[in-house]
C-alpha cells in the first residue's frame, strides 16, 4: 500500500516518540529531561538494569547503546508488536486519530495478509489441542509430572501449558483433517521431509508452552520432554513466518503489564 505525500509527517507531528515509547518503558526520571525531549529508560529489545536505552523528541529517533536497536515511531511499533510497516502506521494513526488513505487493492498483500492470518489460526488452534491432551486420558503420566513439580491448575490455566502425545500422527491428523497441513507444517508444527514424505508431528511426548508476541498471538512454541532419555530436553519451534526468536520474549506482555 502506498501513502500519500505527507501522510506520514504528519503522523510523527501528532505523535511524540515518547508518547509512542512510554506505552511501553518505564522513564528514569534522574536521568531524562522531558523540557529538552531527552529521555532514557532500559531498552524494551534487550535485558538490562541500567537505562541506555535514549529517545531524543526532538529528532523522533531512539537508540540504545547497549544492544544499538535504533529508528522512529514506526520502527519502534514494527519491533515491539512484531508487525509490518503498514500495520505499525496504521496502529499509530489510530492513536493520533487520524484515518488512514483509502486503499488500493493490492491483491499480493492480501494473500500475503490472509496467508499469515491462516498460520496464526493454526497455531491457536493448537493451543486447544495440546490442552485437550493434557486433560485427556492419554495426558495422565503428563498431569503426573505437572503435580510433582508443584504447578496448580491456576498456573497451567495461566501459562496454557498443553500436552503433546508421544505420537507420530497426533497432530498430523488433528490439521489433516481441518485441511490445514500446510498451514500447519508452515507455522512448524508438523514436519514434511525432504524426500516428499508424508508430514510428522515435530512435538511428541512433551509439555507444552504456548509463545505469544506482544499481540498476543501464539506465535511458537516451546516444548519439555517428560522421558529422561529424550535427545533434547527443551524444543522451540523453528523460524517460521510468524516467529523470529531473536525479536521475542517470553511473557513479553504480561510482564510489561505488571510493571505499568
Same mark, same amino acid.
Given at each position: 500500500?502506498?501513502?500519500?505525500?505527507?501522510?506520514? =509527517?504528519?503522523?510523527?507531528?501528532?505523535?511524540?516518540?515518547?508518547?509512542?515509547?512510554?506505552?511501553?518503558?518505564?522513564?528514569?526520571?534522574?536521568?531524562?529531561?522531558?523540557?529538552?525531549?531527552?529521555?532514557?529508560?532500559?531498552?524494551?529489545?534487550?535485558?538490562?538494569?541500567?537505562?541506555?536505552?535514549?529517545?531524543? =523528541?526532538?529528532?523522533?529517533?531512539?537508540?540504545?547503546?547497549?544492544?544499538?536497536?535504533?529508528?522512529?515511531?514506526?520502527?519502534?511499533?514494527?519491533?515491539?508488536?512484531?508487525?509490518?510497516? *503498514?500495520?505499525?502506521?496504521? *496502529?499509530?494513526?489510530? =492513536?493520533?486519530?487520524?484515518?488512514?488513505?483509502?486503499?488500493?487493492?493490492?491483491?499480493?498483500?492480501?494473500?500475503?495478509?490472509?496467508?499469515?492470518?491462516?498460520?496464526?489460526?493454526?497455531?491457536?488452534?493448537?493451543?486447544?489441542?495440546?490442552?485437550?491432551? +493434557?486433560?485427556?486420558?492419554?495426558?495422565?503420566?503428563?498431569?503426573?509430572?505437572?503435580?510433582?513439580?508443584?504447578?496448580?491448575?491456576?498456573? +497451567?490455566?495461566?501459562?496454557?501449558?498443553?500436552?503433546?502425545? =508421544?505420537?507420530?500422527?497426533?497432530?498430523?491428523?488433528?490439521?489433516?483433517?481441518?485441511?490445514?497441513?500446510?498451514?500447519?507444517?508452515?507455522?512448524? +508444527?508438523? *514436519?514434511?521431509?525432504?524426500?516428499?514424505?508424508?508430514?510428522?508431528?515435530?512435538?511428541?511426548?512433551?509439555?507444552?508452552?504456548?509463545?505469544?508476541?506482544?499481540?498476543?498471538?501464539?506465535?511458537?512454541?516451546?516444548?519439555?520432554?517428560?522421558?529422561?532419555?529424550?535427545?533434547?530436553?527443551?524444543?522451540?519451534?523453528?523460524?517460521?513466518?510468524?516467529?523470529?526468536?531473536?525479536? *521475542?520474549?517470553?511473557?513479553?506482555?504480561?510482564?510489561?503489564?505488571?510493571?505499568?
Amino acid at each position: 500500500m502506498s501513502l500519500p505525500p505527507g501522510f506520514l =509527517d504528519e503522523l510523527r507531528n501528532r505523535l511524540s516518540l515518547s508518547d509512542v515509547v512510554g506505552r511501553k518503558v518505564l522513564w528514569d526520571k534522574r536521568k531524562s529531561n522531558a523540557a529538552k525531549g531527552d529521555f532514557w529508560a532500559p531498552c524494551p529489545f534487550h535485558q538490562e538494569k541500567t537505562p541506555s536505552f535514549h529517545v531524543d =523528541d526532538r529528532k523522533g529517533f531512539y537508540y540504545c547503546f547497549g544492544c544499538q536497536a535504533k529508528g522512529d515511531a514506526i520502527t519502534f511499533v514494527k519491533e515491539v508488536e512484531n508487525v509490518s510497516f *503498514i500495520e505499525a502506521v496504521e *496502529i499509530l494513526a489510530r =492513536d493520533a486519530g487520524i484515518p488512514m488513505p483509502e486503499r488500493r487493492h493490492d491483491p499480493e498483500a492480501a494473500e500475503r495478509k490472509d496467508w499469515l492470518t491462516r498460520l496464526a489460526e493454526v497455531m491457536e488452534q493448537a493451543v486447544r489441542l495440546y490442552g485437550l491432551a +493434557l486433560r485427556s486420558a492419554a495426558g495422565q503420566g503428563a498431569r503426573d509430572y505437572v503435580a510433582r513439580r508443584g504447578l496448580t491448575e491456576a498456573a +497451567l490455566k495461566r501459562f496454557e501449558i498443553g500436552y503433546a502425545p =508421544d505420537a507420530r500422527h497426533h497432530q498430523t491428523e488433528f490439521f489433516k483433517d481441518k485441511g490445514v497441513l500446510d498451514e500447519a507444517v508452515a507455522a512448524g +508444527l508438523l *514436519i514434511r521431509p525432504d524426500d516428499g514424505g508424508a508430514p510428522y508431528d515435530r512435538f511428541r511426548g512433551r509439555l507444552m508452552f504456548p509463545i505469544r508476541d506482544p499481540r498476543g498471538r501464539c506465535i511458537a512454541f516451546g516444548g519439555r520432554a517428560l522421558e529422561a532419555g529424550a535427545k533434547a530436553k527443551y524444543l522451540n519451534s523453528p523460524e517460521t513466518e510468524l516467529f523470529h526468536k531473536g525479536r *521475542i520474549l517470553f511473557n513479553h506482555a504480561p510482564a510489561r503489564e505488571a510493571t505499568l
